[in-house]
């Protein structure tokens, strides 16, 4: 997600009661594993993507919980 502006460890607020609309960071559970990615449309399909090269196609065992509504660095630990 660094391509798409957030570092590891960054801090996240969710809006779970928000729905996830095209251009949102949303946080999800995909693979029994909570990721963040961002939605977007991809050949007419809404995906989610890191950025980068992956993209997931939102179906199965994808599940998003809320919306990204803000986020914070941390510089130094």
Not at 42 to 62: A, D, R, V
């Amino acid at each position: 997600m660094a391509g798409l502006g957030l570092q590891m460890g960054s801090l996240l607020v969710v809006d779970r009661s928000r729905d996830a609309e095209i251009g949102d960071y949303v946080l999800l559970v995909h693979n029994d594993r909570f990721l963040c990615r961002l939605l977007e449309l991809h050949n007419g399909t809404k995906t989610l993507t890191n950025g980068k090269e992956e993209i997931i196609p939102i179906e199965g065992e994808t599940t998003i919980l809320g919306v990204v509504t803000s986020a914070t660095q941390i510089f130094k630990k």
